[in-house]
């Protein structure tokens, strides 16, 4: 059986555990069916997600050309802080910006083996906490803007960690916390203008990832340098692919990377 097509982030559906799915143009994978059987991996090209030529993917899943152009890709994706469309202001494209920052934002702590806060759109929960191997997560404000949203996340992670170690997530190494505690010990550095969409009663989501076995040391995949890869399947956390050998493949960062599986 063989698969084609160029790679974009994985697809879940919330379960115990998580369903995975590589979903290409025109059929879909469903990894979970995969788990304890050798898959291999042959890298063939690129796709730019975007303009969809076959141009040498920069970031992101687009190509260099793209990355600079596209709403998709501006600076305040990654720096909800820098996010101007609750002023009418223009970055790349106001009507994009507008519909995608001007709706609801949730920020949270997960919990992926050590703390962190973060910032998604409410329609991305619990997706956003799969993506980032969370195997628990809590919800902390409900913002009713992209620009309250970053500005919060900045306050809090003066006091707690931003960024997701993803040695330790797929290790598995959990150091379990209360993150109701750390929800309330957090509130009083909430900006005043965003205070008043703080949740004191939101409760913890326990998320359950379809892992056979943990790698207790990690190989990644590079594509470009190591072109064929093959491997048994013992694992899926956050949007990493878990081998037999230790090695771990990121669907995400390949994003746009022209692949053939075949089983």
């Known amino acids: 059986m063989q698969f084609q097509g160029a790679l974009t ?18 059929d ?15 890298f063939l090209g690129y796709e730019c997600m975007n303009c969809k030529k076959e141009k040498k993917i920069y970031r992101q899943g687009y190509c260099y050309d793209c990355f600079f152009e596209i709403p998709q890709a501006a600076d305040w994706i990654i720096h909800p802080e820098k996010s101007k469309a609750h002023l009418g202001i223009e970055d790349r494209n106001l009507a994009y910006e507008k519909a995608v920052q001007l709706t609801p ?39 009713p803007n992209r620009y309250l ?69 990690l190989k990644t995949l590079n594509l470009v340098k190591t072109p064929a890869y093959s ?12 081998f037999e050998d230790n090695t771990v493949f990121n669907v995400r960062s390949n994003e746009g990377f022209v692949v053939s599986i075949t089983m």
């Not at 982030?9 to 025109?26: A, D, H």
């Not at 879909?28 to 042959?42: M, V």
């Not at 109701?180 to 005043?192: E, F, T, V």
């Open 9 to 26: 982030k994985m697809r879940t559906e919330i379960g115990s555990p998580i369903q995975y799915y590589l979903v290409f143009e025109n």
């Open 28 to 42: 879909f994978l469903h990894i979970n069916q995969l788990l304890d059987k050798k898959i291999n991996i042959c």
């Open 105 to 143: 934002h949730i920020v949270y702590l997960a919990n992926s083996g050590n703390v962190k806060v973060g910032v998604t759109r409410k329609t991305q929960i619990p997706t956003r906490w799969i993506d980032q191997g969370a195997h628990k997560a809590l919800e902390i404000a409900e913002l």
């Open 149 to 217: 949203a970053g500005i919060t996340e900045v306050a809090l992670k003066n006091y707690v960690g931003d960024k997701t170690n993803w040695r330790t997530m797929l290790k598995n190494e959990i150091q379990e916390q209360d993150l109701s505690a750390w929800r309330d010990r957090l509130k009083q550095y909430i900006p005043q203008e965003a205070l008043p969409y703080f949740k004191d009663h939101s409760k913890e989501t326990t998320l359950e990832f379809p892992v056979l076995q943990y790698p207790s040391k």
């Open 231 to 242: 491997g048994t399947l013992r694992g899926v956390k956050g949007q990493y692919l878990i």
